[in-house]
Structure formats: structure tokens, C-alpha cells
């Protein structure tokens, strides 16, 4: 499987999600070519800004794998994780991130707040993933 497939795969999730009332948004957790957690926005069903669906997915990577570190992880999402999303993903140290729309104000790689890929972070943090906008890398199905 290839970032096709797992972008493709975010996409059908986040259909799923509009169908309840939600943003558009999927996303997945993937480790050595398995799909370890895939989640939905769920913000505005679960009356919880936190279901994002990229902290949805970490949160069940952590539980899956019984650990905080994900370090060994990529993360898909439809969109460009926003700031709190990048935090999430910052804070449990996933290496990669793979995403398709790019989301302006708020985003967390083009807004005015870049914190996904900024240095200037808390000695502790983990370094910026490696992040791929897919969009820009070629056209999706």
C-alpha cells in the first residue's frame, strides 16, 4: 500500500463523517505498512472540539499499542492537521505526516502558527515530523 491507498482511505472516512453533521475529515495511524487506528471527525456529534479526527486516530494508535511513542508512525490525514492536532502529534513523537487539503488560518504547517514544523519548541519535544502535502505531490483519485 502506498500514499494513495491511505490518502484515498481518509477521504471515504471523511465522507462517513459528513454524514453526521461532521467536517470532512479522516485520518489513520500507520505502522510498518498496517493500518493501526483509522478515525473521523467527530467534533460536532460528540459535542467535543477535541475529536478532530487526527487526535481520534492517535488516541486509539496509543491505546492499540500500549504506548506513547509513536515515533515509528505516520500519520494520514484528508487535511492539514491544525494546531492542536499538531501538538498531538509533536507530543507522541509520530515521524511522519502525510496530508491532502490544506487548510488555511488554523493549519498547523501554513498558518502563522506553524507548530508541526517550528524549532522553536520545548527542549522535550520530539523533532518536526517529516511532512508530505500530498495535494501538491500529485492528483488524487
Not at 498496517?34 to 459535542?47: M, P
Not at 491505546?63 to 509533536?90: F, G, Q
Not at 515521524?95 to 508541526?116: A, R, T
Request: charged share 25%; with cysteine.
Amino acid at each position: 500500500m502506498d500514499d494513495v491507498f491511505y490518502i484515498n482511505r481518509c477521504n471515504a472516512i471523511g465522507l462517513k463523517a459528513t454524514e453526521k453533521g461532521n467536517p470532512p475529515v479522516g485520518a489513520l495511524v500507520v505502522k510498518g505498512g498496517q493500518i493501526i487506528a483509522e478515525a473521523e471527525d467527530a467534533g460536532r456529534s460528540k459535542n467535543d472540539i477535541t475529536c478532530h479526527a487526527e487526535i481520534e486516530a492517535i488516541r486509539m494508535a496509543v491505546k492499540s499499542l500500549k504506548t506513547n511513542d509513536l515515533s515509528d508512525c505516520t500519520l494520514y490525514s484528508s487535511h492539514e492537521p491544525c494546531i492542536m492536532c499538531s501538538y498531538s502529534i509533536r507530543f507522541y513523537r509520530i515521524n511522519k505526516v502525510v496530508y491532502g487539503e490544506k487548510i488555511d488560518f488554523l493549519g498547523g504547517i501554513s498558518s502563522s502558527m506553524p507548530l508541526l514544523t517550528t524549532d522553536k519548541v520545548p527542549k522535550h519535544w520530539s523533532q518536526a515530523p517529516e511532512i508530505v502535502h500530498f495535494r501538491e505531490k500529485q492528483k488524487i483519485e
